[in-house]
């Protein structure tokens, strides 16, 4: 174990430590829940067939979101940078969207739609510009003179896709996907406490809070972060995976 590992582990396990000896200190459980309190609210929560189901499903309305926000953003981007007016057009949309608080985009899905779709479609407004943004960003700092030669030896617009403008998005979209998984499991988890439709991290969330088990609200916090690093690790596996691919293939 190199020196930086074992850093980490300390300061992990000295930020547990500080935890303990102030919710010892406190004592009060419904204010601050000690890690031991926490660890038994997971093992309560891991033995009941309802919390599974209700995280799966807000995992998988999560990544719907997720998965769709990056799709329509990356689409939308490339339109901008082929059609200058599209992109101005648009513009004062993706502003609108990137600038509406999470709260307002929950009550106006309920009020539309109710509380079913609402993680997806609330994860999708607050995924899509950040894709859209990052990926016109990319596309937009593809090398002029890379582009020219191309024009010169007359390659196609496949050539052009693979050589040229997937290793200049490459970075863009990594990083979109970094900064984007977490904001959706955020955005997810936050509409679902507002919306409270049943059976979800965000009901059972929003009971704990009702009743006052803190330690449940730590435990299903606790859930939501795991969940969140490990699908960004997950999709930036995937991602570097793939451009390696395209680099081996082509």
Known sequence: MNNKKRHKITAVLLALLFWQISAMILNRSFLLSSPVEVVKALFELGGKNVFWM????????????????????????????????????ISPYIMVIRSVPVASFVIIILIWLGSEALSVLVCF???????????LEGLKSVDVKMLQMAKIYELGQKAKFIYIYLPG???????????????AFKSGIAAEVIGRPKNTLGFFLFDAKIYLETSKVFAITLIVILCSAIFERLIIFIMERFFGLIKRVY
């Open 169 to 183: 998005l490459e970075s863009f979209l990594i990083s979109s996907s970094v900064a984007s998984m977490g904001i």
């Open 125 to 135: 407004f607050m995924v899509m510009p950040i894709f859209y943004a990052n990926t």
């Open 54 to 89: 209700g995280l799966g499903k807000s995992i998988f309305k999560i990544l719907l979101g997720f998965l769709a926000g990056g799709g329509v953003g990356i689409f939308l981007a490339g339109l901008s940078y082929r059609f200058k007016l599209f992109e101005i057009y």
